[in-house]
């Protein structure tokens, strides 16, 4: 059985023909003595390369291919070999004649193999789970990773003097002077269900267990949903994969004979149904596409069998040194195939040669029973429960010890140890501690954490330079009790600014940790820009003081607040607020109305007091827990969000009176080889009266050099104002989809992406200064001309072209604003750039 670091020998090599050296495509290349399954044997690319695995007690690989004698080749026991197989062409005995072949375009018409491809996709319904009315089966699962082709001489280190323990796993981690380290394992147990009418599938999580790390420097749980995203099951009758973060097209969906080429390269008749071996390749070698072996029985179901896939070297795919699936199907007692055992093992690297990153996840599948029926009380409830006592160890223990369907290799064992042993050694505890602040910006400091560290300088132009300073408290002095604070200081408005926040967890977990249940009571006094409300970044972060144009409008916050959090395990979430706010001009902002007779009235603060409630619903949710904030998973699920403020006049100090009502929702649409989409749209409405605009909605503006998503790139800060309108937002990635079919340009595997844009909405008259003298007046400019406004008759829209994927973590986008052009200092375009991670 295939371990996490396998315990197989593989084969590599080239077949080429003897006298000419040209390359050999699609001759078979079967293992010798091997029982014929569908994993003794493979057929060559058109490259004449091929891989295949097999266990080492076979020494021989045979080579047969049309026009040429058989060939047996001896290989080694080494674990991983490449060879060179020359064969012999059968024309020797036509001295007198030469025969040319021409070479024929290859073509879907009047082609065997995609007459059975689509014999395939037309019997998908009945062959794959869905096409089952009931089903049920045991589930387990199990992913390892490591870090692979490690030197001899990075083991031999002085730095690794104390960890190599950590190396020493097997003789089966060592290739050619190269080592592995295993670092993670997760297994799971379960018990599904699955009922066709009305559709469910019920997952009860039997037992899990992980080697864990210390939670106060990574969270183990967003860890584990980041691994499983990556390595997601594989089902190859879906039209689209989902692996590493990219779709990619089955070699069986309804447009494959579009995207692959098909070839007949085998017949296997030494079992029950007869198979066809059927070899598939990417037309464009640059596409998320793949490339190998499907297995599908002729016994008029023409249901795949078992399925070997991996992925062309040229695949605009970024970090993925080598990937290979192997799915495996069983007969039942209704004689249909089911899935027994999918394997997908993925190994991410910087370079081709370098250290990289090697995982497996392996799912196994026995007690396949389809037709038995059973209550509705087994599908009621969330799709997953957990079935078994969470902090039972000993109990989860022993249950894999007694069920897990794949014994584990003993360097999978160790690692359970090793990951233990670990964290008690000081060293690594001062590399974890160095690493959180390199990645989140926190230093621990005993029962504290100091940071965030990109904050601690800044600029802009109220405050000048700003130094501060700040941290927070930590599990380690209470479960139940966290604050907060920091202190800053401008040089040069000569003022303090600090917060502070006392928290209490009711759940006795972490308020920063899922599910959050607390409240808090926080004091703020600091400046802000007005409408500006960033996500995952501060605002005083040192990378976006750089900023084009006037940017002085500024204001000075005092805020109380009370807030309440309660999140659920299915992520919905409520959130309550309550607050009172004293807001100061600064900068060139001011706070100005004009009386009956056109005089004009200077205000040095307005107070607000507000009671708010959020309601957000994200279901399947994953994120990695970050020190501050949550980095999302995305998948196709959809996020809503609903917020209310009210106003409260006359309470605490406040002026003013409203209702503003704002409801949006997310949603990535996967479009298969043409990308995806993430679309956002957004609502708002402000019911009330003379509400002056700090109250009302002051569009996110960006005036920075960075790309945003969420903010209007081309838009200056305080440029719109609004009591009501609604907003779409696109971002489109392609995924080289275009640019992988040009020459050259392909090699660099660039990616296009999009955007577009718009919002629209108005004010009105009662809260509009161009028709009531009771709110405050718009902003004007230093050359005092009128530089907020509200909507027109025309939405606002800015669009951008670009390309991403640029050195593998940049994006940078033309971005065009086209209206609103005579708007007083507006760019018209512009260039941004954005850092930007991707497979």
Do not use: C
């Not at 994993?39 to 060559?44: E, Q």
């Not at 992520?571 to 060139?588: C, M, R, V, Y």
């Amino acid at each position: 059985m295939t371990t996490a670091f396998g315990q197989l020998k593989s084969v590599q090599g080239i077949v080429k023909d003897s006298k000419t050296k040209e390359p050999i495509a699609y001759a078979t290349v079967a293992v010798v003595g091997a029982p014929a399954s569908p994993g003794s044997a493979t057929s060559t690319q058109e490259s004449g390369r091929f891989s295949l695995k097999f266990p080492t007690n076979y020494t021989k690989i045979r080579v047969s291919s049309i026009g040429y004698d058989n060939k047996d080749v001896f290989v080694t026991n080494d674990e991983s070999q490449q060879i060179e197989i020359l064969m012999d062409s059968q024309d020797n005995t036509l001295e007198e004649v030469v025969v040319k072949a021409k070479k024929r375009k290859y073509s879907n018409k009047e082609n065997p193999a995609v007459a059975l491809i689509r014999k395939v996709i037309e019997n998908k319904s009945k062959n794959r789970l869905e096409g089952q009315q009931y089903a049920q089966y045991d589930q387990y699962e199990k992913i390892s990773l490591g870090l692979s082709n490690l030197s001899e001489k990075f083991v031999n280190k002085k730095i690794f003097k104390n960890y190599q323990f950590l190396f020493e796993v097997n003789d089966s981690a060592k290739t050619a002077n190269k080592y592995l380290l295993p670092a993670f394992i997760e297994e799971k147990l379960s018990k599904v269900y699955y009922r066709k009418d009305p559709k469910k599938t019920k997952q009860y999580i039997l037992g899990e267990q992980r080697a864990q790390f210390d939670p106060k420097f990574i969270d183990n749980d967003g860890l584990s949903s980041y691994f499983n995203k990556l390595y997601e099951q594989v089902d190859i009758y879906d039209n689209n994969i989902t692996l590493i973060t990219n779709q990619f097209l089955s070699p069986i969906a309804n447009s494959s004979p579009s995207f692959y080429k098909f070839f007949i390269t085998d017949t296997i008749k030494t079992q029950q149904p007869w198979l066809v071996e059927l070899s598939f390749f990417p037309r464009n070698k640059a596409d998320m596409l793949f490339k190998g072996q499907l297995y599908i029985t002729l016994d008029g179901n023409y249901a795949v069998q078992a399925a070997n896939m991996t992925v062309a070297d040229d695949i605009n795919l970024n970090f993925v040194r080598d990937m290979d699936i192997a799915l495996k199907f069983e007969r039942d007692d209704n004689k249909r195939f089911y899935l027994s055992q999918s394997s997908l093992g993925i190994d991410f690297s910087l370079t081709d040669k370098g250290t990289g990153i090697r995982g497996n996840r392996t799912v196994n599948y026995k007690n396949y029973r389809s037709g038995l029926v059973q209550p509705d009380s087994v599908y009621n409830g969330p799709e997953t429960v957990i079935a078994y006592t969470v902090g039972d160890v000993k109990g989860t223990k022993k249950l894999f010890e007694t069920q897990r369907q794949i014994p584990l290799a003993q360097n999978e064992i160790n690692i359970y140890h090793n990951i233990d042993s670990l964290q008690t050694i000081p060293s690594f505890k001062s590399f974890m501690d160095i690493a959180s602040l390199l990645f989140s910006g926190y230093k621990q400091a005993g029962p504290v954490e100091i940071g965030p560290v990109n904050t601690f300088y800044s600029f802009n132009p109220v405050e000048g330079f700003r130094l501060r300073v700040g941290g927070r408290t930590t599990e380690a002095l209470s479960k139940r009790f966290y604050a907060e604070t920091y202190a800053a200081y401008g040089f040069k408005d000569e003022k303090w600014k600090y917060f502070l926040s006392g928290a209490y967890a009711f759940n006795n977990k972490s308020v920063y940790s899922f599910p959050q249940h607390y409240i808090r009571a926080s004091f703020q006094r600091d400046t802000k820009i007005p409408g500006q409300s960033l996500e995952f970044v501060q605002e005083d972060n040192f990378l976006l003081s750089f900023k084009r144009g006037e940017n002085e409008s500024y204001i000075y916050n005092d805020v109380y607040r009370l807030d309440y959090r309660k999140e659920f395990d299915n992520h919905l979430s409520i959130g309550l607020g309550f607050n009172a706010t004293k807001q100061s001009p600064a900068g060139t902002l001011t706070y100005q109305m004009l009386d009956e007779n056109g005089q004009s009235k200077l205000f040095n603060e307005i107070n607000s007091t507000e009671l708010s409630l959020n309601v957000r619903y994200a279901p399947h949710e994953q994120f990695y827990q970050g020190k501050v904030y949550r980095t999302p998973i995305f998948n196709p699920y959809p996020i809503f969000n609903f917020n209310y403020t009210a106003g409260l006049k006359d309470v605490f100090k406040g002026e003013y009176s409203y209702h503003n009502f704002n409801i949006g929702a997310f949603k990535r649409f996967y479009l298969s080889q043409l990308g995806y989409a993430d679309v956002n749209v957004e609502g708002t409405y402000i019911a009330g009266k003379e509400i002056p605009f700090p109250f009302l909605t002051i569009h996110r503006a960006n005036q920075t050099y960075a790309y945003q998503l969420n903010s209007y790139n081309l838009m200056n800060f305080l440029e719109f104002v609004s009591d009501h309108h609604a907003s779409l937002n696109i971002q489109y990635y392609m995924n080289g989809f275009l640019l992988n079919k040009i020459p050259l340009i392909k090699k660099l595997k660039l990616r296009e992406v999009f955007s577009f844009k718009a919002v629209y909405g108005g004010l009105r008259d009662e809260n509009n200064p161009d028709y009531t003298n009771k709110v405050f007046q718009f902003q004007k400019n230093a050359d005092n001309v009128q530089s907020s406004y509200t909507f027109g008759s025309d939405p606002y829209m800015e669009a951008s072209v670009g390309l991403s994927n640029i050195f593998k973590v940049l994006r940078v986008d033309y971005v065009r604003r086209l209206n609103y052009l005579d708007h007083p200092g507006v760019p018209k375009s512009g260039i941004r750039a954005r850092v930007k991670f991707d497979f």
